[in-house]
């Protein structure tokens, strides 16, 4: 079931060819497939001509969103696969952190509930939106491992360009389908992502190995009729799994709280990230940017502790208490005088979310501000653009400034940062970083960058045809 690693780089060549093919089939022509598509492997060509009746044009594919961020810890509590995480934590998640790689547990529709594993992995993939939340079912991106193991019921493993979206092909994975031992019923899936040793025999290997003792952990609390609960996440495995195999029983029944750890709940535990000369660890981050949940301290926040965090560190001198009010609510109207009390409220929990969490980090008053040595990452970025660092700017802010926030505060730092990112790409990129700035989804149509990479890439560059076809687009469309 792996891919042939010897000749991979020659079966990589095959299909780029294909691609062509199979732009001209995605453009309705008659015409049968060309030999070049012949040369793909036949369960990959399956998956391409599945994902063409959902997507006539590879290029213009994006991932939505499937599970709101409000909605996800409910989702995650009331899945089977909760109870199980720690065994797949042992034998799955951390072996291939080690290896660089990230694990992705969804539901039978293809949607990512959990994404744990390498943390500068983790950060690069939520640029193609592999963030938990998302939809990955070949009906909503086309050919991925995850969606192709739940159209077919069987393991899959994608090896970069065979990828349906071109987004997705600078990576590799492996998944399989996990089942409802009871039943037989597809009850989600198990993905490893990340460079070619997510497709590698090792990775599959404990990938099948893991998903055999999900499927036998189940099997053996059916047959032994316990109703443990999962101190985690409050629900046994006959509260997740039976409703599964029984149409009159419902998966809203609502979960079991152990008293104290509420806030531990369906959150998933991030790992430790790489460190670098120049780029602090992950724990001394508070990240912000792209679409994962905010966290700090490897603890997700809340959105309105994460704008608060993110104003104050934006405006490192501090911010009094209607300066603040201001920038997260928006202008007062007259007579209104409850938002100091609310802000003071927002900042008093966040104070005991931080001291909670053993984070050295403090919010001092009069002026508001941040004390302590961790800092966001869009300040991060904001400053390696000061120093004129396009990579260590694109490294530190991956995506947008919390882009589910509406605070006319946040708003502000999210045009900022997204314009002087965008203005020093234009100005100072090179073609490496030019593409890695061309993965986001605010550059899909960015013509003058589209034409920037036209200019700098090498006539023999094999993305080329993607920059002509992406620009062919463009005009179209105008």
Request: proline share 8%; net charge negative; glycine share 6%.
């Amino acid at each position: 079931m792996s891919v042939q690693q010897p000749s991979a780089d020659a079966y990589q060549h095959r299909v780029e060819l294909a691609r062509d093919a199979l732009r001209t089939l995605s453009r309705g022509s008659p015409r049968p497939p060309s030999e070049a598509l012949r040369s793909v492997r036949p369960d990959v060509l399956a998956s391409w001509q599945r994902s063409l009746e959902a997507h006539r044009d590879p290029q213009r594919v994006s991932v939505p969103f499937a599970v709101p961020t409000a909605d996800l810890d409910s989702a995650r509590r009331q899945h089977a696969l909760a109870a199980a995480l720690p065994v797949i934590r042992t034998l799955l998640i951390d072996p291939a952190a080690d290896a660089g790689l990230i694990t992705a547990l969804g539901n039978a529709d293809g949607h990512l509930l959990w994404v744990e594993g390498d943390e500068l992995a983790a950060r690069r993939a939520e640029l193609m939106g592999f963030v938990p939340g998302a939809d990955w079912s070949e009906a909503s991106v086309g050919t991925a491992a995850p969606g192709a193991a739940l159209a077919t019921g069987r393991p899959s493993q994608i090896s970069r360009a065979e990828h349906f979206s071109p987004l997705v092909h600078p990576w590799s994975c492996s998944a399989m389908p996990v089942r409802n031992p009871a039943t037989g019923e597809i009850v989600g899936v198990i993905d490893v992502t990340g460079g070619d040793d997510a497709v590698s025999p090792l990775a599959f290997s404990l990938l099948r190995a893991t998903v055999t003792a999900v499927e036998s952990l189940w099997r053996n609390q059916l047959t032994t009729e316990e109703l443990h609960t999962d101190p985690e996440y409050g629900l046994s495995l006959h509260q997740m799994i039976l409703p599964l195999s029984s149409p009159a029983s419902s998966l809203s029944r609502p979960p079991v709280p152990r008293p104290g750890r509420a806030e531990a709940r369906g959150v998933a535990r991030p790992l430790a990230a790489p460190t670098s000369s120049t780029t602090p660890p992950s724990a001394a981050v508070i990240h912000v940017t792209g679409q994962l949940p905010p966290r700090v301290s490897r603890r997700e926040l809340s959105l309105r502790h994460a704008e608060i965090l993110t104003l104050l560190d934006w405006h490192s001198a501090g911010l009094d208490g209607a300066a603040l009010e201001e920038l997260l609510y928006g202008e007062a109207a007259p007579g209104v005088e409850s938002r100091a009390i609310t802000l003071r409220a927002e900042i008093h929990r966040l104070r005991r979310a931080l001291s909670s969490q053993d984070c050295p980090l403090a919010v001092s008053a009069r002026p508001y501000r941040l004390d302590g040595e961790i800092r966001t990452d869009a300040a991060l970025a904001r400053e390696s653009l000061r120093d004129g660092d396009v990579q260590d700017a694109l490294a530190a802010a991956v995506g947008p400034v919390l882009p589910h926030s509406d605070a006319p505060g946040i708003v502000q730092i999210r045009e900022e940062l997204a314009g002087a990112l965008r203005e020093a790409v234009l100005q100072d990129a090179d073609a490496t970083q030019l593409w890695h700035y061309l993965t986001r989804p605010e550059a899909a149509d960015d013509e003058e960058l589209w034409l920037m990479a036209l200019r700098l890439l090498p006539a023999e560059s094999p993305r080329r045809s993607l920059v002509v076809s992406t620009l062919e687009r463009l005009r179209a469309q105008r």
